[in-house]
Structure formats: structure tokens, C-alpha cells
């Protein structure tokens, strides 16, 4: 039996191409909303550089005036940063970036070796050879900016090398909080080291001990060795005057 068309004058049912949606369908939405990710991006990577210090405002119409952008995305992004704790803005919309109390620093600290512990226990089994190779080269990156005075280079090197421990875990929730933590005290970590007269050669030591673990596959003494290096990072850095 052929299937009958609809009846002069009436609607075809058939169903068309879905509408277009995001930029398509809403440009000015989509556009808005790059522009907010972009400040957002923009603005935290300049208070974990130290280009806004700790306790220093920030004056949104202002960042908006530089950047060619209206204020509305850039109190989005403060608002973001807000949450993630690199901000406070008051009832007035003051923006004031956030430096560290002491016990913060500790909390902090005990919570990255918390979940630093973690997951070092779900990357049984993915430490693979080319990862402790990425890992050994990292180590001859930092000797080699620490030898060079580039205390700058040496803790983004430092920063990659956590990062690929925590990437082998596999837990993109828990990589999203040590990030966050992470970026909070990359400013104080440049501090610390460039008033300890460079790269701290302390720090160039555990992360010896803790490649010699996973060579080892030890991943006990790899624990042991982690969290030693945080909580020994937490001391030299509560030991650094900020100011």
C-alpha cells in the first residue's frame, strides 16, 4: 500500500532539518558567552602570574575599557574566579584578589596531599614508561632553569610535572579541584622560590624520590614520597615572608 502524501492545502508532518542552535541560531548569546570564557581565562591567568597581587583591585570597567569588551562578561568572569576563591567581591562590586592566611595555607596543602594520594592509587597500573620519561625530563627542565636564575620557568616546568601525575588518575573532578588549588597559590610558590635564592633544591629532591618510586613501581614509598613533598612545600612556604 503507497503511503499517502498530506491532503492539498495541509502541512506536511514530515520533519525538516533540526534549527540551527548556538552561534547559529543566537550569535550575540554565543559571542557573549566567548567573551566571557576569555576574560575569564585572561584574568585568572594574570593573578596566578602576580600581575594583580594579593589584597589589590581589581576595577572591572576598567579591565573592560582595555580589553574593547562591554563590563557585563568581565563581572561574569569575576564572579567565576569569585567562586573558584581568587576573588572577594563585596556588596559594592569592589574586587579585591585574595591572598592566603597561614591556616588557609595549610588547609590547602593538606587537601592537594589528600588528593594527590588519590590519585596516585586509581593510576595503578598507568604509569607507564613514557610517563616517567615525560617526568624525568621535567626534572632536567627545573635543574636547568634553576642553574639558569629562571625561577619563572622553573615552577611552570614543576606545575607540569603534578599535572601529569594527576592526569594518569583519570578523574576529571578531581584534576578540576588540584588545578584550582594549584593556580590559588602559584603566585606565593614564585615568591617562595625567588626569595630562597632560586628554584628550591629541596623540591628538586623529592621529585627525585618520587620518580625513583614509580621507577620501582613502589607505589608506597611513591605515597610517602608525595606527601612528603607537599607537606615539606607547605613548611617552606609558611616560612616565606609574603611582603
Same mark, same amino acid.
Given at each position: *500500500?503507497?503511503?499517502?502524501?498530506?491532503?492539498?492545502?495541509?502541512?506536511?508532518?514530515?520533519?525538516?532539518?533540526?534549527?540551527?542552535?548556538?552561534?547559529? =541560531?543566537?550569535?550575540?548569546?554565543?559571542?557573549?558567552?566567548?567573551?566571557?570564557? +576569555? @576574560? $575569564?581565562?585572561?584574568?585568572?591567568?594574570?593573578?596566578?602570574?602576580?600581575?594583580?597581587?594579593?589584597?589589590?583591585?581589581?576595577?572591572?570597567?576598567?579591565?573592560?575599557?582595555?580589553?574593547? #569588551?562591554?563590563?557585563?562578561?568581565? *563581572?561574569?568572569? =569575576?564572579?567565576?574566579?569569585?567562586?573558584?576563591?581568587?576573588?572577594?567581591?563585596?556588596?559594592?562590586?569592589? !574586587?579585591? !584578589?585574595?591572598?592566603?592566611?597561614?591556616?588557609?595555607?595549610?588547609?590547602?596543602?593538606?587537601?592537594? /596531599?589528600?588528593?594527590?594520594?588519590?590519585?596516585?592509587?586509581?593510576?595503578?597500573?598507568? #604509569?607507564?614508561?613514557?610517563?616517567?620519561?615525560?617526568?624525568?625530563?621535567?626534572?632536567?627542565?627545573? =635543574?636547568? /632553569?634553576?642553574?639558569?636564575?629562571? !625561577?619563572?620557568?622553573? !615552577?611552570? /616546568?614543576?606545575?607540569?610535572?603534578?599535572?601529569?601525575?594527576?592526569?594518569?588518575?583519570?578523574?576529571?573532578?578531581? *584534576?578540576?579541584?588540584?588545578?584550582?588549588?594549584?593556580?590559588?597559590?602559584? $603566585? $606565593?610558590?614564585?615568591? *617562595?622560590? @625567588?626569595?630562597?635564592?632560586?628554584?628550591?633544591?629541596?623540591? =628538586?629532591?623529592?621529585?627525585?624520590?618520587?620518580?625513583?618510586?614509580?621507577?620501582?613501581?613502589?607505589?608506597?614509598?611513591?605515597?610517602?614520597?608525595?606527601?612528603?613533598?607537599?607537606?615539606?612545600?607547605?613548611?617552606?612556604?609558611?616560612?616565606?615572608?609574603? +611582603?
Amino acid at each position: *500500500m503507497q503511503s499517502r502524501g498530506p491532503a492539498e492545502g495541509q502541512p506536511s508532518l514530515e520533519k525538516g532539518p533540526a534549527p540551527a542552535v548556538g552561534r547559529d =541560531l543566537f550569535p550575540a548569546l554565543a559571542r557573549h558567552q566567548t567573551l566571557e570564557k +576569555s @576574560a $575569564y581565562q585572561d584574568l585568572r591567568r594574570a593573578i596566578v602570574e602576580g600581575r594583580f597581587a594579593p589584597g589589590e583591585r581589581i576595577v572591572a570597567a576598567s579591565v573592560a575599557a582595555s580589553a574593547g #569588551i562591554s563590563r557585563i562578561p568581565v *563581572m561574569q568572569a =569575576l564572579q567565576r574566579l569569585e567562586v573558584d576563591g581568587f576573588v572577594r567581591i563585596s556588596p559594592s562590586k569592589d !574586587v579585591v !584578589v585574595l591572598g592566603w592566611a597561614p591556616g588557609e595555607i595549610r588547609e590547602r596543602f593538606m587537601l592537594m /596531599a589528600a588528593l594527590e594520594l588519590l590519585c596516585l592509587r586509581e593510576s595503578v597500573g598507568k #604509569i607507564t614508561p613514557e610517563l616517567r620519561a615525560r617526568l624525568r625530563a621535567l626534572q632536567k627542565e627545573m =635543574l636547568a /632553569a634553576r642553574s639558569q636564575d629562571d !625561577v619563572g620557568r622553573a !615552577v611552570q /616546568a614543576d606545575g607540569r610535572f603534578h599535572h601529569l601525575l594527576w592526569e594518569a588518575a583519570g578523574l576529571p573532578q578531581v *584534576m578540576h579541584i588540584l588545578e584550582t588549588l594549584w593556580d590559588r597559590g602559584e $603566585y $606565593y610558590r614564585l615568591i *617562595m622560590h @625567588a626569595r630562597r635564592g632560586g628554584f628550591a633544591t629541596e623540591s =628538586l629532591a623529592e621529585h627525585e624520590r618520587i620518580i625513583d618510586a614509580l621507577d620501582a613501581d613502589n607505589l608506597g614509598d611513591a605515597a610517602r614520597a608525595i606527601e612528603q613533598h607537599r607537606l615539606f612545600g607547605m613548611k617552606r612556604l609558611e616560612e616565606t615572608p609574603q +611582603s
